[in-house]
Each structure stands twice: as structure tokens, then as C-alpha cells.
């Protein structure tokens, strides 16, 4: 079983930045796939950004290409969303999930309670 911890959000301008963070428990981190989702208010949850076990990133709304940027630290057990150049549409609930150990990107089995980012 993994835990996850997401910490970082908050509220900001727009043009702004944030960092957000997500602290996983247990030993297994290193071989699992992660990600970041988002969902605002009256829409559905949307993948932001993934990074496999090898660092590969891949990111989805092609809003957030070139703003935001995923990391991975396998000794902290953390995974990182550097958020950079906020706009107003960028406000949601942010989650973080970690998929299978053996690192498949397929599915997320584990999800964290979310960090609200707010931008206005």
C-alpha cells in the first residue's frame, strides 16, 4: 500500500508560480510510474503530467507544455510539478497518483487527498 502526501498549492497571480509537491510512503517508489491530475470545478479530472521510472516525462493539455514541468527524487520519495507562468485556467484540485510497482504508466492505483491551486 502507498500513501500519498501532496503539499505546495495555494492561491497566486496570475503569471505566478508554484511547486508543488508529493510525499509517498513505503519502498517501491523508485519502480513506480507517477502523475499529476487536476480538476476544477464542473469538470472532470484531467491528467496533467507523468513521469515513469527512468525520468521520461510526458505532459497532456498542451496548455501546460512549456510552463509546467515534472521531477522525480527517488531518495525523498517525492515527486515534484514546477508550475510556472499560472493563468486563471490552471485553477483546480491538483492530485498526485502512483501506479503498479513495475512501473507501468497504464493506470494509477494509489491517489493522494489533493492540493488546491488557485489562480486568479
Known amino acids: 500500500h502507498v500513501q500519498l502526501v501532496e503539499s505546495g498549492g495555494g492561491s497566486v497571480q496570475a503569471g505566478g508560480s508554484l511547486t508543488l509537491s508529493c510525499a509517498a510512503s513505503?519502498?517501491?517508489?523508485?519502480?513506480?510510474?507517477m502523475g499529476w491530475f487536476r480538476q476544477a470545478p464542473g469538470k472532470e479530472r484531467e491528467e496533467v503530467a507523468l513521469?515513469?521510472?527512468?525520468?521520461?516525462?510526458?505532459y497532456f493539455p498542451s496548455s501546460v507544455k512549456g510552463r509546467f514541468t515534472i521531477s522525480r527524487d527517488n531518495a525523498k520519495n517525492t515527486v515534484y510539478l514546477q508550475m510556472n507562468s499560472l493563468k486563471p485556467e490552471d485553477t483546480a484540485m491538483y492530485y498526485c497518483?502512483?501506479?503498479?510497482?513495475?512501473?507501468?504508466?497504464?493506470?494509477?492505483?494509489?491517489w493522494g487527498q489533493g492540493t488546491q491551486v488557485t489562480v486568479s
Open positions: 513521469i515513469n521510472t527512468v525520468g521520461g516525462s510526458t
Open positions: 513505503g519502498h517501491t517508489f523508485s519502480s513506480r510510474c
Open positions: 497518483a502512483a501506479g503498479p510497482n513495475g512501473g507501468s504508466c497504464s493506470a494509477f492505483s494509489y
